[in-house]
Every structure is written in C-alpha cells, then in structure tokens.
C-alpha cells in the first residue's frame, strides 16, 4: 500500500497557545483511520490546517507524494480534499440547492438555473438515500441531524481522494447510514480520516487509530490489536478502570415525596405534546429520542426560549406562564443549549465574563458598578466545580476547544445555584475527559438535591445516569423506564415507535 | 404561497409605493401619468436608485460603502467636463465614468476583502478621496453637461421615461447577477456566514471584491444620471444622498447585518423616497417636513420588515 497523506512534524500556535507541537501520521489509500483524542488534543486544528483554513507553522504535509500546503478550502478542493466540519459549513438562508451550487461543489458554475440546480441536487440526495429534506428548503431551517447529513453528502459527492470527517456522526442518530458510503469511497482508494468520540463508532468502521494528546501523536496502531482499555489510557493518560468503579456506586434515590423540582402537566410546545413530567430533587430524567420527534421543542418550551408553551409548568412550585429565561431562572431552572455557538458563548468576551454573565447582579458593588474581584473569585470557585483549568479563565472563549466551552456553560449554569438543571445533548462532540467531568458534575448536583432533566444522543449516557427515562416519539412520550429497566435495545425499540404495550400506542395514535 | 409572498419586505414596499402613487396622482390630476409627468418622476428617481443598489450589494456581504456618494459627485463632475456630441460619443463618457466608479470600488474591495481594513472606515477614505477629485476636476459648482446627455437621458421614448427603461434595465441585470449567477449566491453566502461560504469552497476576499467593485460602478452610473437630471457639474458630495440610498435598502428589507434583502426591494425603497418628495410637495405640506416623512417611512417598514422575518422563522 502506498501513502496518499504523510504528515511530518506539523505545529500551530495561535498566540501563546500551542495547538499543534508535532504531529506526524501516514494514512495509506483505501485506509479508513480514526483519530481520537480529548478535547485540546489538536484535532479540530489538525482538520483546518488539512482543509487550507488555517496553515501551519512548521512541517510537511504530502498528498500523494507531492507537496501540500492549501491557503484556502478552495485550494484543498483543487488536491481533491473534501471535508465534513464538525461546527457545518452550511449557508443558513441559502436553500439546499445553493448550498450544493455556492461552493462548487457541483463542478465550475457561472449560470445559476434554479430548476436544474434543484434536480441535480434532489439526485444527489436520493443517491445518498435523504428523502426528508426539501431541495428548497432553507438550511438554517433543517434541524441539526438533517443538516449535518447534508454536509456529509455534500462531502462525499465530490469523491475525494482525501476525506475528513470532523465528528460526523454527533448530531446523527442513525451513523450506520453513512458507514456504507464512507467503506464505498474507501474502496476506490480515498484516504478517509475519521473523528469520533465514540469508541463503537471507530471499530465499526475504521482500520487503523491514531490517538493525539495535547497536540502531539502519541499512538497509532491497528485497531484490531488495541483494546479500548489501551485506547483510552493513550488519550487521556489513565486508565478506564477507575471510571467504570464509579459505576458500582449506589446512588441515592431521589426524593419522591417532595415538590417537585419540574412538573409540566397538558404541557405542549411546538411539537411537544407532553401529558405528565416531573423531576423530583435529587433525580436524573433522561429523555430519548430519534431526531425530530419533538425534544428540542419539549426543552425549548420548558426553557421559554422560543415557542410559547400551553399547558402548567411549574418549576420548584412556582406556575410559570409565557416566555421568558429570567422568571425561570429565578425560580431555579437553568437551561444549557444544544448548540454552543449560536446559543451558548458570548464569542469576545472572556471565559471569565461567559461564565459570571447571568449572574453580575450578584457580584454588583457601590455605585452599581461590578465588583471585580467578587467576580473572580466566584468565577474561579465555579471553574474549579467544572474542571477548567483556570488559566483559561483570561481568554476570550472562542479561543477554548469546543469540551471546555461546554463546561464554561455548565459552570455559568450552576452559578444562578438552580434547583434544575435542564441540558440538550450536553455531551455532544465533546471528548472522554470532558464527559467524565460533566457526568460527575451533574451527579454531584443531584446528590445535594437538584433534579436534572436531559436530552441525550447517546444511549449509553442514559443507560448509565439516568434514574428514570422518558423516551419521546412524534412529540409524544410514549415510554418510560427506571432504573434497571433502562437497556439500550427497549430504548431503541421504544425510540422507532415500537409501544411496549398496546395502551400506549393506542393513546399516540390517537 | 400568495401569503407568504405578502410578508416579503419587497412585495411590502410595492404595495406602499402604489399607495403613495394613487395619492400623488388622485392630487396631481392626470399630468402624473402622462408621458412628461412620468419623465419628472423617473428622471428625479434615478440617481438614488443607482444609489440604494450601489450600497446594497456591499450590504449584502455584510459591508458598508459610504463612497457611494464621493463617487457619484466625481461621476457627475465627469459628465459635466467633456463635451461630447452624439451618441457614440456620450456612451464612450459613460464607459469612462464607470471605469473610475470601478477603480475606486476596485481599491475599496482589496483593502477590506485582502488587507482585512474595516469596511466603513475604507470607504470614508476614499469617499474623500473621490470627492476630492471631483474639487480637481471642477472646484465649484458649474460646467454643463452635454445635450445629448442631459436630453437624451431625461426623454421619453412614446411613453416610456428613458431614466425609467434605464432604472428597470439595471435593475433587471443586477437581479439575475444576484439571483441567477454563482457569483450572486456568493455574495449572499458571504454575507450570511463568511465562515462557512470559506469552508464550502467560497474565495471570500474575491467575492468581496467583486461586490464593492459593483457597487463602485452602480455609484458612478447614479452620478451620471444625476447629470443628467441637473444638467450642470457639482463637485460637492451629498451627504442625504448617502442616507437616503441606505434608507432605501432599509425600507426594501435588506438587512444591515448582511446576508439578506432583494435588489428590487432596495429599488422600489428608493422609489418610495423619491416618490414621497414628489407627493408631499403636490399635497401642499412644507418641504421641510419631508425628512420627517421619509424617516417615519423607513422606521415603519423596518418595524414592517421585522414582523415578516419573526413569521417566516416561526
């Protein structure tokens, strides 16, 4: 086999920051190679400087053994490199056919037919099996599942040489879809680099591993001689076992008896149609669902960011009526975001300021002017709750990896002292390290008394915390299981709409 | 679908400007729809509409041009400093006052697309720049534009204002370059998300440039119709010009964050304008309270075009 990318040696700094000190892998044609490591480890820095984002500061990188050093993704195209991103790259208020046509990625343009562009693009769509998205359909509009197979399929028409898949499988409920395409492109010879998080994911579809620790390769071998065991002590320098111990412990039960820290009765939200859900102190609710069945209304509502929800809330016994994050937050409910970027991080302001931001009212001194050093010592307490090294608490926060900008959320979270916690998919594209804090974070909420209402794509998550499970179809809940009831394969079932008795698929189709 | 379209800002600021023309007519009598009246009208619309679409394409890459105005005082003083006879000769002028508009827009583009300068303050540079060409080439007001010009544009041909062919002739082309050409998508993608337009493949800086270069050679053919209107050379520049142009992309829906908004609206928004210059003074109502009118105008349709974004993204 020959190699079709070598990289020698690669390093990036931006600023005092280093994100790449040396990289170095050599990824064979047809080869289908994982990259893992945490957050911070160099990754995503790794996908912009192969994709021309970004360039680096020193080393070689080879494309089939001639020279390659993109200044831009149009270059990259040109040396047939094509790239999923983790953050998209979709145009939101273009529609699916101009985001094909935008770009180029349906070969040089000057023209634009808009009935012909739509065609090509529902063909391309179909090839690659997506029947639930309207070619004219503006992108912003699709939920983030359909959006990120948009991207993918935009990717992979192109037919690289050189495919990147930058977490492709995060917001995907169903990854398998794109595995066959992805082994198809492998056989004619593209190199694929492949980011995941998910160990299952990896072995099922890739050859080879190659682990990044704080900007270096530490590791790479095939992934038939490596256990997950080994994988994960290269990643993050410890081992699993200390992990899964945690998993014996005996949590308590929660509080049943008292009020409720979440009660949404005739509750409905959009799509939402919720009977009956309440959180009790001290417990984890976890929701499951398959994308678009109505759970990001469900939060969305029940945080009064968008839609105005009918029906009682109530959080801590206090009704809630209409919209509004401020009389929630004062009744003690704190929502975390799906989506980081847009609806989380204050992009220029500090980690620092993103994380006192809902609470300055606190920490205001004499004159209505902030009280700069009770900021930063709050701020400071509370990063240490959550595991970010508070080095970073001085930078501005786009400058921090996507895991510790999810924990600067969960730290502004906890900082309004919530009673609930409500988190969309909290651990979506964030790495092992970062989970686990997150995982004990939310369990030591829970143990002092919060109740903790979350929505994840990852079963095992749910399977693992969860004191109880409500899975969610076409908006309604349709199952419910607790404590050792809680398998993988009943979620899954109850997921795809298969009722576990006949009463409650009765009331969903009525 | 009709529905829907009622919620476009642009098919908003038709309705309004149909409205308004009613009221102006029903005041007017018949001389506003006879050949001469409409002349009037198309020929004090025209400037600013070349105007509104010169700062709309940089709008819509999320940019600001404010030399719109230095250029079409340089335009204007062009047209006023050559004496051209025929046809031929008035169309080689015009060849020559939109090359400069494109040099101008040229140099814009590649200090904010290429140099990273802020849009605004590059093009308050050369906004100066530009009008202080115009003081070189004639230092007051005056000169004459040539007849064939300052006839030629203001005619009818039947019924139909030349200045009015020539508003709809540049809005059409500038509406399949934005709508039908990859480069209009570009210029729209940059706009909306210049981050991921780059990572789809989208040469930003280029695109960018290309926009301010459009946008330099619409400045210039405005200057040449405000030539035509005036007859006589000003090298001054008109700071309303530059507030109404950008008024007018306002009140057609463009959005000032970029990204958004239709050339027909930004046209039609610098109709109205005009439009209600015209109306206010057949009414009766003093001159100056026209400012008042026109900014209530804009805020109402911004408020306007803020309710249809809020439907459409429900």
């Known amino acids: ?510 | 679908m009709w529905l829907r379209n009622l919620r476009q800002p642009a098919v908003v600021a038709i309705a309004i400007y149909i409205l308004m023309f009613a009221v102006y007519a029903g005041f007017q009598g018949g001389f506003a729809v006879s050949p001469y009246g409409l002349a009037i009208l198309a020929n004090s619309t025209a400037a600013l509409v070349f105007a509104a679409m010169a700062v709309s394409v940089v709008m819509l890459t999320g940019g600001f041009d404010v030399s719109v105005v230095g250029i079409i005082a340089l335009a204007n003083v062009i047209a006023a400093s050559f004496q051209v006879q025929s046809v031929p000769g008035a169309l080689a002028l015009y060849g020559l006052v939109i090359l400069v508009g494109a040099l101008f827009g040229l140099v814009n583009g590649l200090f904010v697309a290429y140099v990273g300068l802020q849009s605004i303050a590059m093009t308050l540079g050369t906004m100066i720049v530009s009008s202080g060409c115009a003081l070189l080439i004639l230092d007051t007001p005056g000169g004459t534009v040539p007849a064939v010009i300052s006839y030629g544009l203001t005619d009818s041909l039947g019924v139909f204002p030349i200045a009015g062919i020539a508003i709809l002739c540049g809005t059409a082309l500038l509406w399949v370059l934005l709508r039908r050409t990859t480069v209009g998508l570009r210029i729209y993608a940059v706009g909306q998300d210049a981050t991921a337009a780059r990572a789809s493949g989208v040469n930003v800086p280029r695109i960018t440039a290309v926009a301010y270069v459009l946008s330099g050679m619409l400045a210039a053919t405005s200057g040449f119709m405000l030539a035509a209107q005036t007859g006589t050379g000003d090298p001054r520049f008109d700071p309303s010009m530059l507030l109404l142009a950008f008024a007018a992309a306002a009140i057609g829906g463009t959005s000032f964050s970029g990204g958004r908004g239709s050339i027909i609206g930004s046209v039609v928004g610098a109709g109205i304008l005009a439009l209600m210059q015209k109306t206010l003074f057949v009414v009766g109502v003093s001159s100056f309270y026209t400012g008042i009118f026109q900014g209530v105008l804009m805020l109402v349709a911004v408020v306007i075009g803020r309710f249809a974004l809020a439907g459409e993204e429900e």
């Open chain 1, 1 to 510: 086999m020959t190699s079709l990318l070598e990289v020698r040696d690669l390093g990036k700094h931006f600023g005092s920051t280093i994100a790449l000190r040396q990289l170095s892998l050599e990824v064979a044609q047809g080869e289908i190679r994982a990259l893992l490591g945490e957050n911070g480890a160099g990754k995503s820095t790794f996908v912009k400087l192969l994709s021309g984002l970004i360039r680096p500061d020193r080393g070689e990188i080879r494309l089939e053994g001639r020279d390659y050093q993109p200044t831009s993704p149009v270059q990259a195209r040109e040396r047939s490199v094509a790239t999923a991103y983790q953050e998209l790259s979709l145009v939101p208020y273009h529609d699916v056919a101009e985001n094909f046509f935008v770009g180029g990625a349906l070969g040089k343009h000057h023209v634009y037919r808009r009935k012909a562009a739509r065609a090509s693009t529902r063909a391309i769509l179909d090839e690659f099996g997506i029947q639930d998205i309207e070619v004219g359909a503006k992108a912003g509009a699709l939920s983030l599942a359909q959006q990120q197979r948009l991207e993918i399929a935009r990717t992979l028409h192109s037919r690289p040489r050189l495919l990147i898949l930058d977490e492709p499988t995060a917001a995907l409920p169903d990854p398998e879809w794109l595995y066959g395409y992805v082994e198809q492109l492998a056989a004619s010879g593209t190199a694929v680099l492949f980011i995941s998080h998910r160990l299952a994911e990896v072995r099922r579809l890739c050859q080879s591993v190659t682990v990044l620790r704080g900007g270096e390769s530490v590791y790479t071998n095939q992934l038939s001689a490596v256990t997950d065991d080994e994988l994960f002590e290269a990643m993050v320098g410890r081992s699993l076992g200390r992990t899964l111990a945690a998993d014996a412990v005996s949590r308590p039960e929660p509080n049943r008896a008292a009020t409720p820290v979440l009660k949404v009765k005739g509750f409905e939200a959009g799509e939402a149609r919720v009977e009956d859900l309440a959180v009790a102190p001290g417990e984890i609710v976890g929701i499951a669902a398959l994308e678009g069945q109505g759970q990001k209304d469900l939060f969305s509502g029940i945080a009064g960011v968008s839609n105005r929800h009918h029906g009682s809330l109530e959080i801590a016994g206090t009704a809630i009526d209409g919209r509004g994050i401020v009389r929630r937050l004062k009744a003690g409910l704190v929502y975390v975001p799906e989506e980081r970027k847009t609806e989380g991080i204050l992009q220029g302001l500090t980690t620092e300021a993103n994380i006192s931001i809902s609470t300055l009212r606190d920490v205001v001194g004499y004159f209505g002017l902030v009280d700069a050093k009770k900021e930063r010592e709050r701020v400071a307490a509370a990063a240490d709750l959550v595991d970010i090294n508070r080095e970073y608490l001085a930078r501005p926060i786009e400058r921090l990896s996507g895991g510790n900008q999810q924990k600067a959320l969960l730290a502004r979270a906890l900082m309004t002292t919530p009673q609930c916690l409500l988190l969309f998919d909290p651990t979506r594209g964030v790495d092992v390290g970062t989970k686990e804090t997150m995982y004990a974070v939310m369990e030591r909420f829970a143990e002092r008394g919060g109740g903790i209402l979350f929505y994840s794509t990852d079963l095992q998550e749910l399977v693992r915390f969860a004191h109880r499970v409500a899975v969610m179809y076409r908006g309604h809940i349709v199952g419910e299981m607790k404590g050792e009831e809680i398998r993988e394969e009943r979620l899954v079932r109850a997921m795809c709409g298969y009722a576990e008795s006949e009463e409650v698929r009765a009331n969903v189709v009525a």
